[in-house]
């Protein structure tokens, strides 16, 4: 079993889930990196190593069962075990979404990645994760996907969009019941927004950069024994739920 902590992102080929991956790995951690298309997963891994990270690729596709499966198989194989995993893959789902004129079907396709898939992934690494002494998951949120500031007259959520938004607030959910469950293990479940940042997800629309984006799911990843769980926050603390 690997004396390196080890640690899995998702979607992490490009944007923020890249520079989590680039982030863990200068702290001289082993890091796959979780992607289904080879050439940019390969591309990445690359970039990665030129820049002194050890990182290994991982074939994955989050709404795939085999798919993940095999992924579990591979960081097995590799490590024997997993210290931390980064759920960051995502979709929009694309525009427009409004509640009255969108497809179902495209509700069901955002939700199976950015829901669905977090709980497939993470039920397959579980195994794995119960292996390290300081296990960590951090479901990358969004700050859209609170209801508090999609409530509140005057703040900035965004769009309208029924399929992306709601299924970050349900991801946010699905991230208190996995603390709930596991609260008297020594996994430590967090969700992390990491704010309004310049990746393909938005046509490069954002404000911050992917690296700023990136910085709180380190941080989240790097909780000490006594760190929260259940919870969700961004660079300037806890986010309202």
């Known amino acids: 079993m690997s004396e390196q902590t080890i640690a899995l992102v998702t ?3 490009k944007g923020i889930g890249y520079e989590i991956a680039a982030g863990l790995g200068a702290l001289g951690w082993r890091v796959g990196v979780g992607a289904r298309d080879r050439e940019r997963r390969e591309t990445a891994v690359a970039k990665l190593r030129a820049a002194g ?11 795939d069962d085999a798919s993940v499966a095999g992924a579990a198989r591979l960081v097995e194989e590799d490590a024997g075990r997993l210290d931390v995993l980064v759920n960051n893959a995502a979709i929009t789902g694309g525009v427009p979404q409004t509640p009255t004129t969108v497809d179902p079907a495209t509700v069901r396709t955002v939700v199976e990645t950015n829901v669905i898939g977090v709980i497939r992934v993470t039920n ?9 002494p300081a296990p960590r998951i951090v479901n990358m949120s969004s700050g859209v996907g609170s209801l508090t500031r999609q409530s509140t007259p005057g ?9 992306y938004t709601p ?3 349900f991801l946010n959910a699905v991230t208190v019941q996995y603390a709930k469950e596991l609260g008297d293990t ?5 969700a992390a927004c990491p704010g309004y940042c310049a990746t393909d997800l938005n046509g490069f629309r954002g404000v911050r950069t992917p690296e700023q ?10 909780l000490p024994a006594d760190g929260p769980t259940g919870g969700f926050f961004d ?3 806890e986010v309202p739920w």
């Not at 703040?155 to 399929?163: E, F, K, R």
């Not at 984006?213 to 790097?222: E, K, N």
Request: net charge negative; glycine share 10%; no cysteine.
């Open 11 to 13: 979607g992490a080929n």
């Open 53 to 63: 990270v050890d990182a290994f690729g991982v074939p994955l596709d989050v709404t």
């Open 124 to 132: 397959a690494m579980l195994p794995l994760l119960r292996r390290s």
């Open 155 to 163: 703040s900035d959520t965004g769009p309208i969009a029924v399929a």
């Open 167 to 169: 299924s970050k607030t």
């Open 186 to 190: 020594d996994i430590l479940v967090n």
């Open 213 to 222: 984006g990136a910085a709180v799911a380190i941080r989240l990843a790097t």
């Open 235 to 237: 660079d300037e603390g």
